[in-house]
């Protein structure tokens, strides 16, 4: 079956860069047509997608962090990577990875996510 | 990009049928077939129950559907059960470039 797991600190201080690290299961990021993107929510509120990566290694960002943001993957791991630079109290999120699929988007497997606490 | 709108909260008597809208822009919704819903228990990781606007995964009920016209998409729970008590968002593919966006989250309550 599908699983995906975030990895990551829970603490970061304001400034710092948040590496944020999804291992997963049950598929290949080889096979046409496979992405993972990540998700945040911070508490309380809605989702926010922000990057996704897929099967031929093509990345796309939020537009409004696409700045600070990274997404990386390691086939041969099944695993895929996120950074996010110059963290800021209201990056405190709950931040997801999921498994998506390329050509419609669909999210359909969700890591049960990790919350990331930025403060000094 | 824009959050695709989505009212706050709506909520139903168990047994009667609710509808939630997500209004988006001819860049995102009203453009494809790609409008997606989520469901989403406190404290849980959100759950896929209606993609391609109207297809449902293995696994969910019959109660919950999806449509579409024109920008705006819609999901109704028909005969509500104090399960469906949750949070749904909608998504929706928004073009080459920015890819996905999200709805602002609506809070279904059952009375």
């Known amino acids: 079956q599908v699983t995906l797991r975030e990895s990551g600190p829970a603490l970061v201080k304001p400034t710092q860069t948040l590496t944020l690290t999804c291992t997963f299961s049950g598929f290949s990021l080889s096979t046409s047509g496979m992405c993972v993107s990540w998700i945040r929510q911070p508490p309380g509120k809605a989702l926010e997608w922000l990057a996704l990566i897929d099967w031929d290694d093509d990345k796309y960002y939020s537009t409004s962090l696409k700045t600070r943001l990274t997404i990386s993957k390691d086939t041969s791991k099944n695993q895929v990577v996120l950074t996010m630079t110059n963290m800021d109290p209201v990056d405190t999120a709950t931040y997801y990875c999921a498994r998506t699929v390329g050509t419609t988007v669909v999210i359909d497997y969700w890591g049960q996510g990790t919350l990331v606490t930025v403060s000094s | 990009q824009s959050a695709l709108t989505q009212p706050a909260s709506v909520s139903g008597s168990p047994g009667q049928s609710i509808t939630i809208s997500c209004t988006g822009t001819s860049s995102d919704v009203g453009s494809y077939n790609l409008v997606s819903w989520y469901q989403q228990h406190p404290g849980k990781a959100p759950k896929l129950m209606i993609y391609?606007?109207?297809k449902r995964p293995s696994g969910v009920s019959n109660r919950f559907s999806g449509s579409k016209s024109g920008n705006t998409a819609s999901l109704t729970i028909s005969g509500l059960q104090a399960e469906d008590e949750a949070d749904y968002y909608c998504c929706s593919y928004a073009g080459s470039s920015t890819r996905v966006v999200f709805g602002g989250g609506t809070k279904l309550t059952v009375l």
């Open positions: 391609e606007v109207s």
